[in-house]
């Protein structure tokens, strides 16, 4: 099941300037170059990408694992 994000666009991430407006947070990761390749070429094998593959594999952990996010309340 491939989730809609809407600060994605194609896949990738909006530009950088609507980031900070959008609340998008980047991540930085370390991973061996193998592991990488393999990784981006797999997920290019199901027309998608990394980026989404690893905010789907986030938000499904968080909802398994995660705390709920917090309600705003009224002032």
């Known amino acids: 099941m ?3 994000y809407p600060k994605l666009e194609g896949g990738e991430l909006v ?3 609507a980031e900070s407006k959008s609340g998008v947070k980047r991540v930085n990761l370390n991973i061996e ?3 990488h390749n ?3 070429a797999a997920t290019a094998a199901q027309g998608t990408t990394m980026t989404v593959v690893i905010l789907e594999f986030i938000n499904q952990y968080v909802q ?3 705390v709920a996010p917090k309600k705003k309340g009224r002032r």
Request: charged share 35%; aromatic share 6%.
């Open 2 to 4: 491939l989730t809609s």
């Open 64 to 66: 398994e694992n995660g």
């Open 15 to 17: 530009p950088k300037q």
């Open 38 to 40: 393999r990784f981006k």
């Open 33 to 35: 170059v193998d592991l």
